[in-house]
């Protein structure tokens, strides 16, 4: 019987120890779920362990070939550059190692209904039906990034997460590097009519930026008494996120990859971003994640070609 590909799980990294452990958490619950199959996790950036340790571990076990899946909900900087550099250079570290890469968490069915799931807690709990949520205006708010795809994503997210579900509307915004920020949205809610509104992180897990949006809501909300603002959670390490990344995984073992590159910077030309069509990828960091304005002083080496080979 051949033995199956291992499982690495590669994360964003966040210098919140919770957020962290939450994805470590994460990490060993995949591995108890499948006792069958070599599973590790590691970060890009940030957290311990990085993606090299874990990759490292797999290879100390006897594993030659894995499939990479990268625990993100939209295909950014991380998920285009970062990771396939990364895997790339563990390739030639590690001779006679392959791999294959999964795509990206979301938007999907399973994760709707978890958000779905929050925004009833933020109610108040119980069945809710389209009567129920027809005063209610949500605003998801996504991490942000300088790439407009991964901001379209965000968008997707949110219509995907209004149909069909009787909410007034689902409003989008970001918590950094894109517009509209927090505070903007929930203006924009209340110019569209709202007076009920609840704040959906559209985030994996606790960390300091849906901190940030918590606070920054509860901010607003102070400024704004005669309206009704309240925060949903994180989506969490749920069983539908395990199942997803199972799924993710057996479409990477079975070549069955359907990434969408027909909005990406990369590959195709858009109004403001011609520049970057056809640049090798440089892996970066993410300026707000760790909370300060400070250089994080890490080096990922030297880039790679984003790949559309799928």
């Known amino acids: 019987m051949t033995t199956p590909p291992a499982l690495l799980i590669a994360g964003h990294g966040t210098r919140d120890e919770a957020g962290a452990e939450a994805f470590r958490d994460f990490v060993r619950e995949l591995g108890r779920r499948r006792p069958d199959l070599p599973v590790a996790g590691g970060f890009i950036e940030l957290s311990p362990p990085p993606l090299t340790e874990a990759v490292g571990e797999l290879v100390e076990r006897g594993v030659r070939r ?3 899946v990268p625990l993100m909900l939209v295909s950014a ?3 285009k550059g970062d990771i396939p550099a990364a895997l790339a250079r563990e390739k030639e570290r590690h001779p006679g190692v392959s791999y294959t890469y999964g795509r990206p968490l979301g938007p ?4 709707l209904k978890v958000l779905e799931r929050r925004l009833d807690e933020a109610l108040g709990g119980g069945v809710r039906t389209p009567e129920d949520r027809a005063d209610v205006t949500v605003l998801l708010v996504g991490r942000g990034s300088t790439d407009p795809d991964a901001n379209a994503e965000v968008h997707k997210a949110a219509r995907l997460l209004w149909e069909g579900r009787g909410y ?4 989008t915004a970001f918590v950094s590097l894109a517009a509209p920020d927090v505070p903007t949205g929930l203006d924009r809610c209340v110019k569209l009519g709202a007076r009920r509104i609840v704040v959906l992180p559209y985030f994996l897990f606790t960390g300091i930026l849906p901190d940030r949006v918590r606070q920054q809501t509860e901010g607003w909300a102070s400024a704004h008494p005669d309206v009704e603002v ?3 959670d994180v989506i969490g390490p749920e069983p539908e996120l395990i199942d997803l990344v199972m799924e993710r995984y057996e479409e990477a073992v079975r070549g069955d990859l359907r990434m969408n590159c027909d909005t990406c910077v990369y590959r195709i030309a858009l109004p403001g971003f011609e520049d970057k069509v056809g640049l090798p990828q440089q892996p970066h960091f993410h300026p707000d994640d760790d909370g300060d304005h400070h250089g994080h002083g890490h080096s990922h080496g030297h880039g790679h070609p984003h790949s559309h080979a799928h």
């Open 230 to 232: 309240l925060s949903a």
């Open 108 to 111: 999907h069915p399973s994760l």
């Open 77 to 79: 900087g991380h998920a």
């Open 168 to 171: 007034a509307g689902v409003e």
């Open 66 to 68: 894995f499939a990479a």
